[in-house]
């Protein structure tokens, strides 16, 4: 089956660190940019992160730029979302996305559309 | 920053009607537009992409034009699994990747 499934969620107290991952199956992974985008509660989405499907360029919105990295395993077909210095406001659920761009050639292609959605993990940043 | 503003926030309709959904965005923009459907307590599905492209599996009652500051998403003929909320998605060459306040698609 193709899917992507995420993983990481967690309770993290404001400052602190967490990793998410997402794991993708059922498809030629290396060959897909694979993004990050958020949803605060009763919210609507927002773009967080993307990789391309070498891993070579990363993406990241102004909003998480220096806090959060992205980066990918292809070889376990996963990829990672390392954030830090967490705020409330980066309280929400977290969907990695597979871009729509099958990237043949390897050279880091993506169009920035998202035609396969994991099921999300939730973050909550509190104390 | 370009800015994306996505009409109506609420739109109430019966099943069978035809309803448009429109995103602006601030300046002229290249077409790179993509509209999704998330239902609640899911995770937002690819309707249509590059303005007008149907994605892989959706009906064919979904369409989406324009261009430069104006596209719409076209629902005819509404059925009942079509009342969710709707985004529009503005990727620009920078990369930029914006989405609409959303949609909601309510039964009347």
């Known amino acids: 089956e193709v899917q992507l499934l995420e993983s990481g969620e967690g309770l993290v107290q404001p400052g602190g660190s967490l990793r998410l991952t997402c794991a993708g199956s059922g498809f030629s992974f290396s060959n897909y940019g694979i993004h990050w985008v958020r949803q605060a509660p009763g919210k609507g989405l927002e773009y967080v992160s993307g990789i391309s499907g070498d891993g070579v360029s990363t993406y990241h919105a102004d909003s998480v730029k220096g806090r959060f990295i992205i980066s990918r395993d292809n070889y376990r077909k996963t990829v990672f979302l390392q954030m830090g210095s967490l705020r409330a406001e980066d309280t929400a659920v977290y969907f990695c996305?597979?871009?729509?761009?099958?990237?043949?050639?390897?050279?880091?292609?993506?169009?920035?559309?998202?035609?396969?959605w994991g099921r999300g993990t939730q973050v909550t940043v509190s104390s | 920053d370009i800015q994306l503003t996505q009409s109506p926030a609420f739109l109430s309709a019966s099943v069978g009607d035809r309803v448009t959904i429109t995103c602006r965005a601030s300046?002229?923009?290249?077409?790179?537009l993509a509209w999704y459907q998330q239902k609640p307590g899911k995770a937002p599905s690819l309707l249509i992409y590059?303005?007008?492209t149907l994605e892989s599996g959706v009906p064919s009652r979904f369409s989406g034009s324009g261009s430069g500051t104006e596209f719409t998403l076209t629902i005819s003929n509404l059925q009942p699994e079509d009342f969710a909320t709707y985004y529009c998605?503005?990727?620009?060459?920078?990369?930029?990747?914006?989405f609409g306040q959303g949609t909601k698609l309510e039964i009347k």
């Open positions: 998605q503005l990727v620009n060459r920078y990369p930029q990747c914006t």
């Open positions: 590059s303005a007008s």
């Open positions: 300046r002229v923009v290249s077409g790179d």
């Open positions: 996305a597979r871009d729509n761009y099958y990237d043949g050639s390897g050279q880091g292609g993506m169009n920035w559309y998202f035609d396969l």
